[in-house]
């Protein structure tokens, strides 16, 4: 495999350890390479004229499992949900954590733009079990979380536009749990111009 693949599905980077500062997150100098015109060419659009909305999501360019302080993040994707009445958009922010232990009880959602700091509440936080050990062998059963967020039109813009090439400073998101648990991520400012741009060239051919 090549390595623009391979940056391609790391756009979603993650904390190495509970002590390392949010400050000193990079993204991969290979994901920096990349353009917003990558994934906005790799954007699934979904929906047709049976459907009130149509869905563009980078789902299929940030499919790669990798550690957050105790978690994998098992998938990462941003998406804009355009309805085709009004051609208004909703933003949603998601990702898919998996662990073992106690379940995560995600409560609040904090990201920075714009050098400040944005808290509000996830739209959907489900829960479930899978993979657990045979019967006759030790260990616990692997649990999931999915954790989706809306953001406002505003901070999208905002973000394509602070897009700068070559920069390897992420977009931090921080999921925050009542125990203090909590998950840091740094999504490529990259992937979120890219979906912008998919979206804007969406409204100029429906």
């Not at 756009?11 to 500062?21: E, G, I, N, Q, Y």
């Not at 809306?150 to 536009?161: H, K, N, Q, W």
């Not at 909590?182 to 969406?202: C, F, K, M, N, S």
Request: aromatic fraction near 8%; proline fraction near 6%; include cysteine.
């Amino acid at each position: 495999m090549s390595a623009l693949p391979l940056a391609v599905m790391a756009a979603f980077l993650f904390t190495p350890s509970d002590m390392a500062p949010a400050e000193s997150l990079r993204l991969s100098r290979g994901l920096a390479k990349i353009e917003p015109s990558h994934f906005a060419r790799r954007a699934v659009i979904r929906g047709d004229h049976l459907d009130d909305a149509i869905v563009v999501s980078t789902e299929k360019a940030t499919l790669k499992p990798g550690p957050a302080r105790g978690v994998f993040i098992w998938d990462g994707h941003v998406q804009a949900s355009v309805q085709r009445a009004s051609g208004q958009t909703r933003w949603e922010v998601s990702h898919q954590l998996t662990y073992t232990g106690a379940r995560r009880e995600i409560t609040e959602v904090r990201y920075e733009i714009a050098g400040r700091i944005v808290k509000i509440e996830p739209t959907t936080v489900s829960h479930w079990t899978d993979y657990c050990p045979l019967f006759e062998m030790p260990g616990e059963c692997s649990q999931f979380t999915r954790v989706i967020f809306e953001i406002p039109e505003d901070d999208v813009r905002a973000l394509a536009e602070a897009y700068q090439p070559g920069s390897r400073k992420p977009w931090l998101i921080r999921l925050k749990e009542a125990s203090g648990q909590d998950v840091t991520i740094g999504v490529a400012p990259a992937e979120v111009a890219g979906v912008w741009q998919a979206r804007q060239q969406l409204a100029l051919t429906n």
